[in-house]
């Protein structure tokens, strides 16, 4: 089982609390743990990678056992703590802007 | 008796504010998707116990959310565990992928960037929901980077109406300050195939074919800060009213000058008359009286925040050109707030209501049509947007 960690906003958009936990087939790769978790949750398409670039949001960061995977192939597998579950994936809202003054 | 629904989006959620007809006292629920931006909600006229939302965030982009039950529950429609028949997963209810189809006529995929380059398009938030007045289904949504996309299945899927990037002047349009965006959507109660929209800063746009062909509606319009002061595109439109009793009459607070159109938009002149300035974002119309229009004067593109710090309505009771201040109950001094485009609206008892936001976090309402003033909330987050519902 894979376990992703998101964040606030995203877990109460998706109704869930704590990490959520997948089954995702070999080879565990970011792109099919995104995958399983759009289908377990279609209301996340669209918030952490785009829906048609499939491309990671700008102020989104994955984070695992200490490194930054952000800029990794979405194909390279992850970790293989995250593999076996003994790590979580971490899915980061950056400390960054993202708002603008806008509206006005 | 009549009672009505205040909708108000936030830069930090959503809250919906009811009273009785009286408007005196009130019941304050909220926040709802609290920590994101609410750019707009709007209740649908068929069905008001359906409210559509636009909920949005820099980090984690476009939410379309819906509630069936007047604001009690919410739900992104789409968004929840389905899958298809051959088992795939349904529910896209934040995807909106602009139309590049050649049957649709192949938009323009490029505009005008801050540096004079051609950019291309990028879907960034919806600003606008407007439900159809005919189908509690059916819903507009205006968009930046500026397009109108229509859902006819309650907001689980979006189509762009691609004709109006794609009918010529895309390539000029450009950004204003606040992004480009499609901010004002209007229905024509007469015309079920008529719409108007505005763009910042490309100016007024109506189709009269339900969104096949479009075309610009700003002869009349002048604008000190594009080179060509009355080019075809270009201007800065901020919010476009109308009295659905008079759907051929619209009034527009432009970046600088409030506008009248007698002709569908086809032609314009201004009405800014003694408006101490006539800068601003916010208009609206009368609910039973075609020629009385509401503006919230700020006082220039530099300084936004009212004159001399007097937070003021002023109410044209001859459809512009002659405008007298409604201040009773607004703070006169100390006030350094705004108002923004979608930020104020109008009931339909009896006696109008009037309401408006601001950024410090007010919602006022004169139930009165702008005589007095009080404020419904203090406290909250930035007002962004602000609709009533009058429910019987």
């Known amino acids: 089982m894979i376990r992703v960690e998101l964040p606030h906003h995203l877990r109460t958009l ?57 800029h990794s192939a979405t194909d390279d597998l992850l970790p293989e703590a995250v593999r076996t579950g003994r790590e979580p994936l971490l899915v980061i809202g950056a400390i960054a802007g993202g708002a603008l003054e806008a509206v006005s | 008796m009549s009672r009505v629904r205040v909708l108000v989006g936030t830069r930090k959620g959503a809250f919906v504010l009811t009273a009785d007809g009286k408007r005196e006292s009130w019941e304050v629920s909220g926040p709802f998707f609290a920590g994101w931006e609410i750019y707009h909600m709007k209740g649908s006229p068929v069905n008001p116990e359906r409210i559509y939302v636009s909920q949005t965030s820099g980090w984690f982009g476009q939410v379309i959310q819906r509630s069936d039950d007047g604001g009690k529950t919410w739900n992104a429609p789409g968004g929840g565990v389905q899958k298809s028949p051959e088992g795939f997963p349904v529910g896209e209810s934040n995807r909106f992928s602009y139309d590049t189809s050649e049957e649709t006529g192949r938009p323009l995929t490029t505009h005008q960037w801050y540096d004079g380059t051609q950019h291309p398009w990028e879907f960034k938030r919806v600003w606008h929901l407007e439900p159809s007045l005919r189908d509690a289904e059916a819903v507009y949504a205006g968009v930046e980077d500026a397009a109108l996309f229509r859902s006819g299945d309650g907001g689980h899927s979006w189509q762009e109406l691609a004709a109006l990037r794609g009918h010529g002047t895309g390539p000029q349009w450009q950004p204003g300050a606040g992004g480009m965006c499609l901010h004002t959507i209007v229905l024509d109660p007469k015309d079920p195939e008529r719409i108007y929209i505005a763009i910042s800063a490309a100016g007024a746009f109506r189709t009269d074919d339900g969104g096949k062909r479009w075309k610009p509606i700003n002869k009349g319009l002048r604008s000190e800060s594009i080179p060509d002061q009355d080019a075809e595109v270009g201007h800065c439109v901020h919010h476009i009213a109308m009295n659905p009793r008079r759907p051929g009459v619209l009034f527009m607070q ?34 039973h009286e075609p020629e009385t229009v509401y503006v919230a004067p700020i006082t220039s593109d530099s300084l936004h925040f009212p004159m001399e710090g007097k937070l003021q309505v002023w109410r044209s009771r001859t459809g512009g050109d002659e405008w007298e201040a409604m201040t009773k109950g607004l703070p006169q001094k100390d006030c350094y707030v705004n108002v923004l485009r979608d930020a104020m609206a109008v009931d339909s008892m009896d006696e109008c209501g009037i309401y408006f936001g601001t950024t410090g976090g007010q919602v006022y309402v004169s139930p009165d049509g702008g005589e007095h003033w009080r404020p419904i909330v203090h406290d909250l987050p930035a007002v962004l947007s602000v609709e009533v519902q009058t429910l019987t």
């Open chain 1, 14 to 70: 998706a109704q869930v609390s704590g990490a959520v936990t997948l089954e995702v087939e070999e080879p565990v790769t970011l792109r099919r743990v995104l995958d399983e978790l759009e289908t377990r949750y279609p209301v996340l398409r669209g918030t952490i990678r785009d829906h048609d670039t499939l491309r990671r949001r700008a102020f989104l960061r994955f984070f695992a056992c200490e490194e930054d995977l952000s």
């Open chain 2, 254 to 287: 432009k970046h600088w000058d409030v506008m009248r159109s007698d002709d569908a938009g086809d032609t314009w002149r201004e009405v800014s008359g003694n408006l101490p300035t006539d800068f601003g974002f916010a208009i609206d119309v009368h609910a």
